[in-house]
Each structure stands twice: as C-alpha cells, then as structure tokens.
C-alpha cells in the first residue's frame, strides 16, 4: 500500500489521473470488501443483530412462551435490578470469584510458562504438550471428571490430603470451599494463556539478561526489572482476557451447580443468574438487560485496566521502566529493542 | 485513515443495520398473530368420523418434555402414530422427539415464534405447570367422555385454576423400596405390605421408621446409629433416603408431612403448613442428627445419586417408575433381594403417596383443536405407549397386564405389587408439584431451599421456612 502511494503521489493531479486514482481505490476496496465480507457478514447475523435484538428486548417484558403478551416497559428491567437480590448476591459470587481467580490463574500460567521455557528442563516440548492437552478436552468433561476428583468422601484430592494428616474440605458442598474448588479447576485451563506467556518470555532478547547479570542482577532482579516489564503487555493482553472471562463464567458452575448455584447459590455466578432467568423463568427481557450490565460491567473493567496501563506496560518503545534504588547514570542496560525501549525513550537520568 | 474516515466512506453499510433493528423491533413488539379460538370443542369432539373425503389436516405431537425420547421408545411411538394415520383419513400425525434437556426450550422458542405443536407430552404435573397458561382446557372435550376408569383425585391433579390441562394416563404412586438383604443383616423384621398393619407390635408411623432406620444405619466400624460409638463421618449404610426428589423442599415435605401447599386457600398467600414443617425437621433431622438419611455429599457418593442402586440404602421412598432403576445399566447389581413396602402414617394422621402422572396436552395455540383432541383421544388410550414408558397405566383395567410384564422382569423374586396398588388410594392432593403464581421461580425458590437444607447443618428451620414463606409470598405477588 505504502509502495503504491509512493509511485502515484508525485503524479500530476490531472482530473482524469484523480479519476483513474479514485479506479484504483475503489477497486481496492472491493477486493478488500470481498475479503472481509465473511466476517461482516458473521459479525452482523451473529453479533449486531443480537446485541440490537437484545437491548431492544431489555425494554420489554417478553416471555417466549406468550408472544403475544409482549409490552414495552421502558427501563423497569433496569430498575429492577436495584432491588433483585438475587442479582446483587450473584454479582457478590462473580466478584469474589475474579478477585480469587485472575490472580491465581495468571501467577499459574506465568509460572508454568517460565517452567518450560528453562533451558533446565528436560523434555521442555513434552511438558508444553501435556500442560497445553487439557485445553482439548471439553469442559464439561473435564467438570465432570473435577466433580469425581473433588467429591469429599470419594475424591482423590482429600484421599491425598488425608494421607498427608490433613483434613479433606466438603469442596463442592460447603459455600465457602466451593469458590477455591472453582478456582482449583481453572487451572487446568491455563494452557493458552501459559502459551502466550511462553511466547512473551521467547521474546525477550537474551541480552537484556546479559547485560542485568553484567549489573550483578540476580534471578529475581532479572526477573523483576527485565521479564515483567519485557512481557507486561502480554501480561495486560492476559489480564485483561482473565478478566473477562472470570465475568463470563458459566459451564463449570452450571455443571457442578445442576445449574441452579448450589450450594445456598454459592456458584450462582452472574451469568448462571442471567441463565435462569432467560431460560429457567422465561424472563427473557430482564435477562436480556442483565446481558447489557454485564457489558457495561466489562467494558469499564476493560477501560479502568486500559487507563492504568500506561503506568505499568511497556510496549513498542512508549515507556521504559525505571530502575528503583538507582541514581543517575546506573540506569537498565543500554540495550534497545524495538520492543522495549525504542529509540526515542531516553536512558533514565 | 482513521475510523471516522472508514465509516464515511461505508454509509450505506448504515441501511442493513437500520433494516435490521427495525425488523428486530417489529418482530419484539409485533402482537402476532392472535391464537385460533378453540370453537365449540364439546360438540365437535363427540362428532362421529364424517364418512365424506376431507383435506388431511396436520397434527403435530411434540414429544420430549417428559419420558419418550428415548431411542427405544421412539419406534413404539411411530408405530401408535402410524396406526392413528390408518384409522382415519382427516388427521394426518406427526411425531417430533427432541431430547429431554431442550425440550422446554425449544418448545418456547417454537411458541414465540408462533409456531407451536398441536400436541404436548408425555409431560409430568411439574413440567406440566410451566406451560399450563398455553394449554387447552379439555374441560369441554371430556365432558362426554368415560373417564370412570381413572381416579377422580387423578383427574384433579390436572385441573388448574379451574381449567383441565391434562388427562392421566401414567400412575406412579410412592412407597418404600427396601433391601431384604440389608434387614437380614442387621436381624431385623421387614416393613409391613398392608394399610394398618403394625411393625413388631408398634404403629406404623415416621417414627417407628426413624427407630427402625437407625438401626438399619451402620458406619465402617459395624456401630449402627443407635450406638454411642457411631461415627457419622463414616457411614457404611443408610436406613432411610427419598431419593431423586432433586431438592425439592415441596417433595420432602409432602414425603414425611403429609399433603400440603405452600399457596394458602385463598390462592395468592404463601404459607408453609404445619404438618410441612413436622416433616421437614423429621427429615433435616434424619440428615444432620440421627444420620440415618444420607446429606447431598453422601448421595453422591451413592452410585451418583441413585442411591438404593448402591446396595447401602436400606429403605427408599420413591416412585412406582423406579423400576427403571433398581438395577444398573451393566455390570453386576448391589441389591439382589428387594421389596416394596407401605408408607407409614404421617404427622397429620394420614397415609400420603407422593404420586407422579403423565399426560398428554394440547397447546391452545392449536388451529384445530377438535383434530388435536381426536388425536390426543388414541394415544391416550393406547396401552402400547404405556408400556414403553414403563408407566402404571391410569386406567384400571390395563393395570394387570402391567404388573405381569414387572413379575416377568424381576423373576425369581417376587415383588408385592399390591402394595402399589394400596398406595395409589393415598395421593397426594394437593400434590406436591401443584401449580403456584410465578410457578418456575416458586419452584426454584423451594429447591433453593432443599439445597440449603440437604448441604447445611445447624440451621433454625423455622427460621428459614418463615423466610422462605416471605420470599414465595414475594414471588407470588410479582405473578400480578
């Protein structure tokens, strides 16, 4: 594209050269339109339509089993949520479980990523095998097999506890276990983010290490001022899809829960509640608003992460990070990378 | 080139979208077309077959929300369908199976999309609920119709709010399962097979029965519930479940309670009966302080949760259905020797059977209800269908041969069928999955319920069932 602009710009703006420029563009964008078309298309049966169907059904009181009887109600879906309690206790459910899960999930990762990115370890391509297999399996699956694994009296987990003199937690059945039972489960779907995480390390240029271990940096200031800000955008890029989907969580806590929240709506998460509503009670307008919360939700969740990113990613050269505890003149390595420090980010002084 | 510059160059992109949003709110708010006026059912429905050539009119019988979609069900049902379609020429019936699990959804979906069945079921009391503001009242239709076979209290169990949503034509009264083998053990007599008959010179009631499963109730060390060194921890064998009441805080209640509503009678107060909350202490009690009822954890662990399928349930309180169940699909059965036993006398002096039915009904949403009707007439009467559902036939006279085809799959033993006999004069009614305002989030609020109970020790449970009554009263006041 660039090439193009280049050979045709210094031409002569002759009319009849602007025509035949104008031929050229809009022939590009057909072909361009051609080639995004499928997802235009997709995008708009899947996506636009049901979001628009559904902000205009969170305006009603319809219920698919009588049609007929649809009313438009204005904001009441919204203004129920006010007073649902039910509602409030399962955003109480969602939140605790983000704040539990995202870390947890994300250390995990980071931690397996870093694991079998050692040149320590043998057999590294194995290990990323085996710990990236558990994403083939389908989740309901891998629930199921979790709710054997977990069970109080027959599970393997409190078999092994007890071995150990340790008393095995009613994880599924207590409302206060159930979350960590939850939590424990996530991390077997760790795999893709431990490989973007593998990727993120691989791209960290060895001599950053070198030049840190030249400063007498050891593991952990190696790790601490060169790997984290080196992999911090991917480390946002994965916050951020944590984040997201601990909001969306769903298939685990409808499986383990019959899909209702059990036990005492200790899984009720927000989705689950958005469920039995659509689905269970047929209120298919107030879940439909509750879809429209939880965007809103989401996306300022997405913004404030967004906002507070410039104080902590480092990417393509727009920020470096200061090295605390070090005056003038003993700053990071000089070494420059294009995905790091760019050329214009001057040493710190 | 920014967003706003692509955008601008695309505005026609803007006319689909608009389109779309304006079908979307049309279709939303659109009335539809309004459902077909069901006529004059009871003349046309007692109309001997005109002998004149007609237009064959599609009737559509939606199969799924209850028993039948299995796949050797499936066969049977075709070939009622197609015995249906030789018998007349004006009628032409359609089977539709869709599985259990999605059934009520798509049937929903259909609905709103104004493109409903004829035809429902077969469809239990409960399931029955969530769409009887959709069904046809065959008040009309029945009117002329020799129902004397079937149980009036049966016939009831169908009437809501007046209106006659269904008619019975599967039974399945409860009573007790029990495990010869587990008595025999523990050297102790079996539960009585007669109304008013006592057990070891005592009554017959729910307390006896706590006696008697306490007894029966031993954990890893031999030590039965009576004993002061049992271990509640490590139970080896229960005396006593309800299983597969799937929370239900209504089933349990009406299980050790007797019948009862949580809609008072003037239809629109919640309360939570007396002899309810006798029951549900007699069971949460079982659970958390005698521990001869097994908590959720436990019923689990309990051949997932068909627990006297395990052989470590000494005594079960379920459905004539159970049949289905008693052995696993494969491999060598826990429980080799069993039979059936009455229920005792409850807390309100009276001997309850929790019953469960199966009907057939027709969508009011129908274009010709008097065909849906005459279709709904044949399969109803037709004891084939019985028979593949592994249903106890409504009408009496069909009941036999139903209880020989049991002895013949259970020989050698021999189960006293008489008992469920007996129990079919004791229903529940009103039953215990009868119809409340707001019925699908009523209902989910009493399995919130019989969760909390089956997970969670210590509890006031008068406390709770006066929450839970201000919480249904809520719901049932968000119905107007």
């Keep these: ?179 960590p039972a939850l939590g424990l489960m996530g991390l077997w779907g760790i795999g893709n983010m431990m490989l973007i995480f593998l990727a993120g390390l691989q791209s960290v240029p060895t001599e950053l290490y070198d030049a840190a271990k030249v400063d007498g940096a050891g593991s952990w200031a190696s790790f601490r001022h060169v790997t984290l800000p ?120 | 080139m920014n967003d706003n510059q692509r955008t601008g160059e695309w505005p026609w992109m ?59 069900q499936i066969p049977q049902e075709e070939a009622v369908v197609a015995a249906f379609n030789d018998s007349q020429d004006c009628i032409d019936l359609k089977l539709t199976v869709v599985d259990n699990t999605e059934a009520a959804d798509t049937l929903a979906t259909r609905i709103a999309a104004n493109d409903a069945p004829d035809i429902i079921g077969p469809i239990g009391i409960r399931a029955l609920q969530s769409f009887g503001d959709q069904l046809l009242d065959l008040g009309p239709y029945i009117a002329d119709v020799d129902l004397s076979e079937i149980d009036q209290s049966l016939i009831d169990a169908y009437n809501v709010g007046g209106k006659q949503i269904g008619i019975p034509m599967a039974v399945y009264p409860s009573f007790i399962y029990y495990n010869k083998s587990l008595f025999d053990e523990a050297e102790l007599a079996y539960p009585p097979h007669e109304v008013g008959a006592q057990y070891e010179g005592q009554d017959w009631t729910w307390a006896t029965v706590r006696e008697l499963a306490m007894k029966l109730t031993v ?57 309810w909350r006798t029951g549900l202490q007699y069971f949460y009690d079982g659970i958390w302080k005698d521990h001869f009822v097994p908590n959720q954890t436990a019923v689990q662990a309990l051949a997932a949760g068909n627990t006297f399928q395990s052989g470590r349930i000494a005594m079960d309180v379920v459905h004539q259905w159970y049949t289905c169940c008693v052995y696993p699909g494969e491999g060598t059965p826990a429980v080799t020797d069993w039979d059936i036993a009455v229920l005792p006398v409850g807390p309100d002096g009276n001997i309850t059977s929790k019953l469960h039915a199966d009907t057939i009904g027709i969508l009011d949403s129908t274009e010709n209800p008097d065909q849906a009707f005459e279709a709904l007439g044949f399969l109803s009467q037709s004891p084939e269908l019985i028979t593949t559902w592994g249903a106890m036939p409504a009408i009496e006279s069909q009941r036999a041969a139903f209880f020989e085809g049991l002895d013949e799959r259970f020989a050698p033993l021999e189960i006293d069928w008489n008992v469920s006999t007996l129990m079919l004069a004791y229903p529940d009614n009103p039953s215990h999955e009868a119809f409340m305002p707001n019925f699908l989030e009523a209902d989910s609020a009493n399995k919130d319920l019989g969760s909390k109970l089956w997970t969670t020790p210590g509890l006031d449970l008068d406390a709770e069932l006066d929450a839970q009554v201000e919480l249904l009263q809520g719901i049932f006041d968000s119905a107007n």
């Design chain 1, 230 to 349: 080196m992999i911090s955008p991917v480390l946002f890029y994965n916050l951020i899809i944590a984040l997201i989907a601990a909001f969306q969580y769903f298939t685990q806590a409808f499986v383990v829960s019959n899909g209702r929240g059990d036990p005492d709506r200790a899984t009720l998460f927000f989705n689950l509640n958005l469920y039995r509503e659509a689905f269970g009670f047929f209120h298919m307008g107030y879940a439909s608003a509750l879809a429209w919360l939880l965007f809103v939700i989401v996306l300022g969740l997405t913004v404030v992460l967004f906002k507070t990113a410039g104080s902590w990613v480092f990417a393509g050269g727009e920020r470096c990070p200061r090295w605390p505890g070090r005056s003038a003149g003993r700053g990071p390595p000089r070494v420059r990378s294009a995905t790091t420090c760019g050329d214009s980010v001057r040493s710190p002084r």
């Design chain 2, 219 to 275: 954990d890893t060390n031999g030590n039965d519930a009576t004993s002061a060194s049992f271990d509640p921890a490590n139970v080896d064998v229960y005396g006593l479940d309800a299983q597969f009441t799937e929370n239900d805080a209504r089933a349990w209640s009406t299980v050790f309670g007797g019948s009862g509503s949580v809609l008072a009678a003037d239809g629109t107060t919640a309360q939570w009966p007396d002899n």
């Design chain 1, 1 to 179: 594209m660039s090439t193009t602009q280049a050979a045709i710009e210094p031409l002569p703006t002759s009319p009849r050269r602007r025509g035949g420029w104008r031929a050229v563009r809009e022939r590009e964008s057909l072909t361009g339109l051609v080639f995004v078309a499928p997802f235009i298309v997709g995008f708009i049966l899947f996506s636009a339509i049901p979001m628009v169907a559904s902000l205009v059904l969170s305006l009603t009181d319809f219920d698919p089993r009588e049609p007929d009887e649809i009313h438009f109600i204005g904001l009441a879906n919204y203004q129920q949520m006010l007073t649902d309690p039910v509602l409030h206790e399962s955003l109480g459910v969602t939140l605790r479980f983000a704040l539990l899960v995202v870390p947890l999930t994300l250390a995990a990762a980071l931690g397996v990523a870093m694991l079998v990115n050692s040149k320590l370890l043998a057999g590294r391509n194995v290990f990323r095998t085996l710990f990236y297999m558990p994403m083939q399996i389908p989740l309901v699956a891998s629930t199921i097999v979790w709710i054997g694994v977990l069970h109080a009296t027959t599970g393997w987990l409190n078999y092994g506890l007890e071995a150990v003199g340790l008393p095995g937690p009613n994880w599924l059945q207590s409302t206060f276990w159930v979350g």
């Design chain 2, 14 to 72: 803007r006319i689909p979208v608009a389109v779309a949003a304006v079908v979307l709110v049309g279709a939303a708010c659109g009335s539809g077309a309004s459902p077909t006026p069901s006529g004059t059912p009871a003349a046309t429905a007692t109309e001997a077959p005109s002998a004149t050539p007609c237009t064959p009119v599609e009737i559509e019988w939606y199969v799924g929300l209850g028993t039948g979609e299995n796949e050797e």
